[in-house]
C-alpha cells in the first residue's frame, strides 16, 4: 500500500509539479491551502506526512503548523516545511514545536523524494519526533 502525503501548496504550477513528481510512488492529496487541508483532515483522512508551503493565504503556514502540534489527532505526523522566505530556518527555529525538515525553493525533487524516504524509513511508523 502507497504512503498517504498531504501536499499543501497555494502555487498551481508548484503543487502540479509536486503532484507529478510524488504520485507514481505515493497517494497525494493536494489543497491550495491550510484551510482547505484541515477540512480534508477533519473528515478522518490521515496522511503519513504532510509536505506544507509556508507562505498561504487563508492560514499560512505557521496557523496550520500550530494547529496541528496541538491537536490530539494531528500532532505525530511528520511535517516537511517548502519556502521561499528568506530567514525561514531562523523562523522555524524560534516556534515552540518542531518540523521534520525544510527544504529551501527552489528544491531539487531528487532530494525531497529522498528526505520523504529517510521520513518513513526513521521509525516503523513513519513518524519523526
Known sequence: MKKKILLVEDEPTIRRLLLFILS?????????????????????????????????????????????????????????????????????DSLPYSISYCLRKPFDPLKLKQTIENIFNTSPYGFVN
Open 24 to 92: 507514481k510512488e505515493f497517494d497525494v492529496q493536494a489543497m491550495a491551502n491550510g484551510y482547505e487541508a484541515f477540512l480534508y483532515l477533519e473528515k478522518n483522512n490521515i496522511p503519513d506526512l504532510i509536505i506544507m508551503d509556508w507562505v498561504m493565504p487563508q492560514m499560512d503556514g505557521n496557523a496550520f503548523l500550530k494547529c496541528l502540534k496541538v491537536s490530539g489527532l494531528y500532532c505525530e505526523i511528520p511535517v516537511i516545511v517548502l519556502s521561499a522566505s528568506k530567514g525561514i530556518v531562523e523562523e522555524l
